[in-house]
Nanobody, 126 residues
Framework: VQLQASGGGLVQPGGSLRLSCVASGRTSSPLVTGWFRQAPGKEREFVAQIRRRGGMTPYGDSVKGRFTISRDNAANTVSLQMNNLRPEDTAVYYC????????????????????WGQGTLVTVSS
């Protein structure tokens, strides 16, 4: 599976951005798809996950209520709508995916994901 992320850029605090991730390389969607982010000098952080068959969509504590993850199975696309952005949201955002069952229970762990996109930079600054 190849993951291509897009949509990053520069936005002012309080603004919005929408990231997209397109999966290619096979006809079926991965079991789970999600987003991680990494700010300069910080550890990688779980952002959100969505499952192919629906159900719970977990979010990282720092983005709950502001970010929304969604998917279009027909287009093999997962999107991350980011609202009310803050300077601390500045990071490289990575699209991730996995077919492993432990990626459902251990959604917060980067080790649960086998597929990583190249990352897209989001900068929140005035």
């Amino acid at each position: 599976v190849q993951l291509q992320a897009s949509g990053g850029g520069l936005v002012q605090p309080g603004g919005s951005l929408r990231l997209s991730c397109v999966a290619s390389g096979r006809t079926s969607s991965p079991l789970v798809t999600g987003w991680f982010r990494q700010a300069p000098g910080k550890e990688r952080e779980f952002v959100a996950q969505i499952r192919r068959r629906g159900g719970m969509t977990p979010y990282g504590d720092s983005v709950k209520g502001r970010f929304t993850i969604s998917r279009d199975n027909a287009a093999n696309t997962v999107s991350l709508q980011m609202n009310n952005l803050r300077p601390e949201d500045t990071a490289v955002y990575y699209c991730v995916a996995s077919d492993r069952s432990d990626s459902v229970g251990y959604y917060w762990s980067a080790d649960s994901y086998d597929y990583w996109g190249q990352g897209t930079l989001v900068t929140v600054s005035s």
